[in-house]
Structure formats: structure tokens, C-alpha cells
């Protein structure tokens, strides 16, 4: 079967446009480049040469396939060199009437039979389209940089684009080494469409001094496994683009979701753009440097002293509660394991030496660090054995009116002065803490699961919470090597409130048939890096808990777009769970 676009121009060599034409030469096609002077050509061929020649460098070319490459490739000012090519892909700047006017001409120039691809980020395929006689062959292929290293490739369709340039596009694709995922034309596509919406979220939640940056970037890098915090990704992609990008998502949506953060435009305004600036919503050494300069961040607190931790108990005898349990005994803590029987809090103490157990067989801990670690913990039955303990941390069902009896229990019986903390994950730590006497005395300590494995502890403060009790978390979370975050009690606190917003959005692609499960998956682990996709994630954590969260966030912030999408709750009626019931959005009993 022969090849399809045997020959392509690229109009515009800037970084991506450079990087598609050395992708397209390195498959053994012939590349028109064009630029729109003399000058910027000489520019864009000085561009290609010196990356053709790093790549020699880094061994990913040798010099003979280089000069092969090279030789493919030509660049000139002229657009009717295109008239030459069977694919015209255009990367100018996004710019909406600067490439309707380019596609027009391109129109103009080149046979009928050439297909007429966009670049765009987010801007809409199907108008680029009309402005030419041929709306049936013009499509998106959108690359992600450094296409060299990317291997992700959106191929967006109108309503009008025909099947088969769609197939020869998504084929064109694959003989590059390139994944391609279908998708339809919709501001953002399948990747912007799902990491915007999320970045603004984390831009508005800095904004309204929730939490610091610091501890919003580390709560997602640590909470959720991705390669950057979401600010530090913004300063990368360039807050002025961000900002264009939202804003098309925006005209095209009406979701106030998608409606940029007031604080992406005043650092537009400024002149902060991100790396590129040397300034957004960090400081860096200079403007292209990666190096972030220190500096006074939004973290408050002055230096208050914790009160003295010595013993903790853990409540609850759950797969959380024994792996809490262990993170303390590894850090030479005395913990009671509390449950409400004896043989409860035995069988507990039994997963948690289970647990120890396989450290050891994976050369994690010695025999003797295991044996010492279970020596610290001591199950019991009666929680009047915890009246001394400096520490409570409750970690039961994820059901408020347990939680709040739980506490009304200890504050019958815990000595006064010890801290009280809730590993709730969504629901008010506040209404824990009023179901006690002691509200100052009372925390958010939300770990992450598994407990021994994640490092990250989100550390939720009421408004009642007493300082010195903050203090006393954030020493103990140190104690123990967690990292800990500082934020308030509303609902999802940092990482929660950033995730499942996203998963939800994914929700509602695929029930608009907008791109499958697969695509989606395969397009946000390949263009971000993300080591699961939102459909993935949403069947390991659970259908029925995932919705939870989602009403959660729904009734705390009455946003209409936070509102759980009908299939999420219809797969939830039906039972279909996810990995635990062997259905979700995939079928895993047949795997």
C-alpha cells in the first residue's frame, strides 16, 4: 500500500513547525518548508540544521541519516511552492484571521486533491475550513513539542472533513512513529480540552490564597503522580498562551470553568508570562532559564512550637488505618491500633505485618527494622485504652455521621491537649470537630493511598483550628518523611478539588461521543505525561467514591460545571464500579 503524502510543505518554521518538517523528512518524505520572507527562511534552515545536528550529537541521528534528511528538505518565501505538495501542514502563529486568510490562499494555490491540515492549539478547525472551496479535505494535526520527543498526534475533524483524509492523516501519523488519536473539532481538542480547564482551576485556587503555589504544585505532583505542578506547567506553556487558549475554550463553551482566572490576565498585563519572561507565577534566574530563584511566597505562619507528640493512636482497621499505623512505627513511634473488637484490631495488626513483611522480601527494610516497627504497634479493642495518647488520627468509614460519633467518643476520653485529626478526604473537618468540645484541638491529616508508599499528607486547618495544633502536624508529618501541605477545609481541599473536576470533564467528552475511552486515555498520557489516563484512574479509584467527590464539590460550590456527568451516574447505578466489580468505563472481567 503506498504512502500517503508523499510530499508536505510546512508553512511557518518556528519551534514546532521546525520540528514537524525534521519529523516529516526523518520518514523519507520530501518537505517544502516556507517562510515568509528571505530572512525568516535563512532563519528557520539555521533552525533545522542546528537541531539535526544536536540530535547527531545525542545520537539520535547519525551524520549519514542526517545529511539524507537534510537533503529532503527545502525552505524558501514563496507560497506557491506548495502547489507541489500533498498535504500543506500550517504552524503560523494562532492567530484566527492570519490563517483563514493562509488557508484561502492556500486554497487558491494548491490542487484540489492536496489536504489543507491547521496546527492550531484550540482554535476552531471548521472555520479555518471556510475560508476555502474545500472544507471536506482540511483537518487539524496537531503535534505536541518537542515533536521529536512527543509522540502524540491530535487529527481533528469537522463535521465536514471526509473519512478518508481523516484515515490518510491518522496513517501519516503512524509512519512518523507518531500515535494519533481521533478527535472532533471543539476548542482544546481532546488534551488542551481536559489540562485547561484544570490549570485555571489551579490558577483561581492561588488566586483566592487557598493555598500557596509551592504546596499546590507538590500536592499534585505527590497526590496524583504528574510530572508538573500545575503552575510551574503554566509559567512552562506561557501564561499568555494559556490565557489565549481559555479563552477560545471559553467563546465556544459558555463554561465559567473555562473563563480564564482574573490573575492569568493581570500577569499578561504585567509582562509575566512564565519562563519566557524570566516571571510568572515564579521567579526564574533569567528569561529561558528553568532555575527558579527563591523568594517570599504566599506561605503565611511565623514560627509557632508544636506541642509534644510521644504516642498516637490510629483508628480504624481498614487497608488507611494499618498503613498509617506503619508509616508511624517505621518512624519509631508508638502507636495503638484501635478497632471496634479486639479481633478486628488483631486482624489489622496482621495486614499491617503483612504489609512490613513484603518491604523486607523487596529489600525496603531489614528484618530487624520490621520486627522493631511491629513491636510499636498494639491492637486493641476499647478505645478507653487511647486516654494518654498525644494523637488521635481517625481513619473509618468515609461516612460523616461515623466520623462525627468517633469524635464525640474521644472527646470523652482523650486527655486534654492531644490533637484529633480526621483522614477525611472529602467530607468537613469542621463537622468533625464540632461534634467535640475541643474544636481547636481538631485537623484535617489526609494521606494518600497506600500510606506507606505516598508521601504526600494534606494538612487541613478549620477555622477554629489552633495554631500551635497546625504546627504540631506539620512537625509530625516531617517526622515521618511526608510531605506536607498546608490548605483550608472546603471541599477536595487541593488535590481532590483540581483531579476529579478533570475527571469529570473526561466523563463528559466521551458521552458526547466526542473521542473514545481509549483515545482519551492514550492522549492524556502521551501529550502530558500522565502515568494514568482519566478513565484508568476513575476505574482503580471507584465509580461510586469518584461521584461522591464530584457531588461533594458540586453542593460546596454550586458551580453548575462541577455538576457529576448523567453517565458517570447511570454506570454508577447499574453497578458498574469499576475494577472492584470487574466494569467501569472498561470491561475488566474480560481481561
Known amino acids: 500500500m503506498e504512502r500517503p503524502f508523499p510530499t508536505v510543505?510546512?508553512?511557518?518554521?518556528?519551534?514546532?513547525?521546525?520540528?514537524?518538517?525534521?519529523?516529516?523528512?526523518?520518514?523519507?518524505?520530501?518537505?517544502?518548508?516556507?517562510?515568509?520572507?528571505?530572512?525568516?527562511?535563512?532563519?528557520?534552515?539555521?533552525?533545522?540544521?542546528?537541531?539535526?545536528e544536536h540530535a547527531v550529537q545525542r545520537e539520535r541521528l547519525t551524520a549519514e541519516e542526517r545529511t539524507a534528511l537534510l537533503a529532503l528538505i527545502s525552505v524558501g518565501d514563496r507560497l506557491d511552492a506548495a502547489a507541489g505538495a500533498d498535504l500543506v501542514i500550517e504552524e503560523v502563529p494562532e492567530q484566527l484571521?492570519?490563517?483563514?486568510?493562509?488557508?484561502?490562499?492556500?486554497d487558491r494555490i494548491c490542487p484540489p486533491e492536496t489536504v489543507l491540515a491547521t496546527g492550531t492549539t484550540a482554535l476552531s478547525v471548521t472555520r479555518i475550513a471556510a475560508a476555502t472551496a474545500r472544507p471536506e479535505r482540511v483537518l487539524g494535526l496537531h503535534f505536541f513539542n518537542p515533536v521529536h520527543t512527543m509522540k502524540l498526534v491530535e487529527v481533528v475533524r469537522t463535521v465536514l472533513t471526509s473519512p478518508q483524509a481523516a484515515e490518510d492523516a491518522a496513517a501519516f501519523a503512524r509512519d512518523l512513529g507518531k500515535e494519533p488519536v481521533a478527535a472532533g473539532d471543539r476548542a482544546g481538542f481532546i488534551v488542551n480540552g481536559l489540562l485547561f480547564a484544570y490549570l485555571n482551576q489551579a490558577a483561581a485556587m492561588f488566586e483566592s490564597r487557598y493555598a500557596t503555589r509551592e504546596d499546590i504544585d507538590a500536592a499534585m505532583r505527590l497526590g496524583c503522580?504528574?510530572?508538573?505542578?500545575?503552575?510551574?506547567?503554566?509559567?512552562?506553556?506561557?501564561?499568555?498562551?494559556?490565557?489565549?487558549?481559555?479563552?477560545?475554550?471559553?467563546?465556544?463553551?459558555?463554561?465559567?470553568?473555562?473563563?480564564?482566572?482574573?490573575?492569568?490576565?493581570?500577569?499578561?498585563?504585567?509582562?509575566?508570562?512564565?519562563?519566557k519572561s524570566g516571571r510568572g507565577f515564579y521567579t526564574y534566574e533569567a528569561p529561558g532559564s528553568s532555575r527558579v530563584v527563591a523568594e517570599e511566597s504566599a506561605a503565611g505562619g511565623g514560627a509557632v512550637a508544636g506541642r509534644t507528640i510521644a504516642s498516637i493512636a490510629v483508628?480504624?482497621?481498614?487497608?488507611?488505618?494499618?498503613?498509617?499505623?506503619?508509616?508511624?512505627?517505621?518512624?519509631?513511634?508508638?502507636v495503638l491500633l484501635a478497632a471496634r473488637s479486639q479481633d478486628k484490631a488483631d486482624r489489622a495488626k496482621d495486614q499491617l505485618a503483612r504489609s512490613l513483611e513484603r518491604s523486607v522480601s523487596r529489600g525496603r527494610l531489614t528484618a530487624g527494622q520490621r520486627d522493631a516497627a511491629l513491636a510499636l504497634v498494639t491492637p486493641t479493642g476499647r478505645y478507653a485504652d487511647l486516654a494518654e495518647v498525644d494523637l488521635v488520627v481517625e481513619a473509618v468509614a468515609e461516612d460523616l455521621a461515623v466520623?462525627?460519633?468517633?469524635?464525640?467518643?474521644?472527646?470523652?476520653?482523650?486527655?486534654?491537649?492531644a490533637v484529633l485529626a480526621t483522614t477525611t478526604s472529602s467530607l468537613p473537618v469542621i463537622s468533625c470537630a464540632t461534634a467535640t468540645a475541643r474544636p481547636q484541638d481538631v485537623i484535617g491529616m489526609h494521606f494518600f493511598n497506600p500510606a506507606p508508599a505516598m508521601k504526600l499528607v494534606e494538612v487541613v486547618s478549620t477555622v477554629l483550628t489552633a495554631p500551635d495544633v497546625t504546627a504540631t502536624v506539620l512537625e509530625l508529618c516531617a517526622k515521618v518523611k511526608k510531605h506536607a501541605v498546608e490548605c483550608g477545609d472546603r471541599a477536595g481541599f487541593i488535590v481532590n478539588a483540581l483531579l476529579f473536576p478533570y475527571?469529570?470533564?473526561?466523563?463528559?467528552?466521551?458521552?458526547?461521543?466526542?473521542?473514545?475511552?481509549?483515545?482519551?486515555d492514550t492522549a492524556m498520557k502521551l501529550g502530558c505525561?500522565?502515568?494514568?489516563?482519566?478513565?484508568?484512574?476513575?476505574?482503580?479509584?471507584?465509580?461510586?467514591?469518584?461521584?461522591?467527590?464530584?457531588?461533594?464539590?458540586?453542593?460546596?460550590?454550586?458551580?453548575?460545571?462541577?455538576?457529576?456527568?448523567?453517565?458517570?451516574?447511570?454506570?454508577?447505578?447499574?453497578?458498574?464500579?469499576?475494577?472492584?466489580?470487574?466494569?467501569?468505563?472498561?470491561?475488566?472481567?474480560?481481561?
Open 503 to 520: 475527571l469529570n470533564d473526561a466523563v463528559r467528552m466521551l458521552q458526547e461521543h466526542y473521542a473514545t475511552v481509549d483515545d482519551i
Open 225 to 275: 503522580g504528574l510530572p508538573m505542578g500545575p503552575l510551574a506547567l503554566l509559567d512552562l506553556i506561557g501564561v499568555d498562551t494559556a490565557r489565549t487558549v481559555l479563552e477560545a475554550m471559553y467563546e465556544q463553551s459558555r463554561d465559567r470553568l473555562h473563563a480564564p482566572a482574573p490573575i492569568l490576565g493581570q500577569l499578561v498585563s504585567a509582562g509575566l508570562l512564565g519562563r
Open 97 to 106: 484571521e492570519l490563517k483563514r486568510e493562509l488557508f484561502a490562499e492556500l
Open 315 to 334: 483508628c480504624g482497621s481498614g487497608t488507611m488505618a494499618t498503613g498509617i499505623a506503619e508509616v508511624f512505627a517505621k518512624a519509631g513511634l508508638p
Open 9 to 52: 510543505a510546512v508553512v511557518g518554521l518556528g519551534t514546532m513547525g521546525a520540528g514537524v518538517a525534521v519529523a516529516v523528512a526523518a520518514s523519507g518524505r520530501r518537505v517544502i518548508g516556507i517562510e515568509a520572507d528571505a530572512d525568516a527562511a535563512a532563519r528557520a534552515l539555521a533552525r533545522i540544521e542546528e537541531s539535526t
Open 403 to 417: 466520623k462525627r460519633d468517633l469524635f464525640a467518643t474521644l472527646d470523652k476520653i482523650v486527655k486534654p491537649g
Open 529 to 591: 505525561g500522565y502515568p494514568m489516563g482519566p478513565f484508568e484512574l476513575l476505574d482503580v479509584v471507584g465509580l461510586d467514591v469518584s461521584l461522591t467527590i464530584e457531588q461533594v464539590l458540586h453542593q460546596e460550590f454550586r458551580e453548575p460545571g462541577l455538576a457529576a456527568a448523567p453517565l458517570l451516574e447511570h454506570l454508577v447505578a447499574a453497578g458498574c464500579l469499576g475494577r472492584k466489580t470487574g466494569r467501569g468505563f472498561r470491561d475488566h472481567a474480560r481481561r
